[in-house]
T-cell receptor, first 114, second 109 residues
Framework: GAVVSQHPSRVICKSGTSVKIECRSLDFQATTMFWYRQFPKQSLMLMATSNEGSKATYEQGVEKDKFLINHASLTLSTLTVTSAHPEDSSFYIC??????????FGQGTRLTVV | GQNIDQPTEMTATEGAIVQINCTYQTSGFNGLFWYQQHAGEAPTFLSYNVLDGLEEKGRFSSFLSRSKGYSYLLLKELQMKDSASYLCAVLDSNYQLIWGAGTKLIIKP
């Protein structure tokens, strides 16, 4: 199947700093990528839909100034958590779809803000 | 509103068969997915159903009844490595994925 690579897999940062997470589609072009957040023992929560060459579409309740999404090319989307706080500690996962069907996920990023 | 229900947790024995159910109420339907997620890892694709009936893929099978808003994932010959969470997700009329909370499957020797 298609491969989506997410980096880094784990990151620890100090409160108040910013963290960038990259999501790459390695063997296909992804005009749309999705960013999810998952708290322990909970389901995936869609944060935003990232569209190549245009602004991301954020879900209700997600602060677009805090979670900056850039989709500058057909193979790369980035999520930057700005001025991170301990409550932002979570598992962040990106995914891309081929057509309107199967979603392929990155490996996920475990963010810990101390 | 949109809703997907699946049991929170199930326990089964190694070598046995287990069926994980999923019921859904969504605005439109463009397919149902099952994903496996091990702790601390991202989900991996298991199956996709858009027509009624049973899809078999090795030890895993997935069934769909659109009229009943119901699906199940059947796992045969259970192995310890099958211990994971199993997520049911529906593609709605806007082609947005609606996720269930997942079923944690515990396999005992």
């Amino acid at each position: 199947g298609a491969v989506v690579s997410q980096h880094p897999s784990r990151v620890i940062c100090k409160s108040g700093t910013s963290v960038k997470i990259e999501c790459r589609s390695l063997d296909f072009q992804a005009t749309t990528m999705f960013w999810y957040r998952q708290f322990p023992k909970q389901s995936l929560m869609l944060m935003a839909t990232s569209n190549e060459g245009s602004k991301a579409t954020y879900e209700q309740g997600v602060e677009k100034d805090k979670f900056l999404i850039n989709h500058a090319s057909l193979t790369l989307s980035t999520l930057t958590v700005t001025s991170a706080h301990p409550e932002d500690s979570s598992f962040y996962i990106c995914s891309a779809r081929i057509g309107d069907r199967e979603a392929f996920f990155g490996q996920g990023t475990r963010l810990t803000v101390v | 509103g949109q809703n997907i229900d699946q049991p929170t947790e199930m326990t089964a024995t190694e070598g046995a068969i287990v069926q994980i159910n999923c019921t859904y109420q969504t605005s439109g339907f463009n397919g149902l997915f099952w994903y496996q997620q091990h702790a601390g890892e991202a989900p991996t694709f298991l199956s996709y159903n858009v027509l009624d009936g049973l899809e078999e893929k090795g030890r895993f099978s997935s069934f769909l009844s659109r009229s009943k808003g119901y699906s199940y994932l059947l796992l045969k010959e259970l192995q310890m490595k099958d211990s994971a969470s199993y997520l049911c997700a529906v593609l709605d009329s806007n082609y947005q994925l609606i996720w269930g909370a997942g079923t944690k499957l515990i396999i005992k020797p």
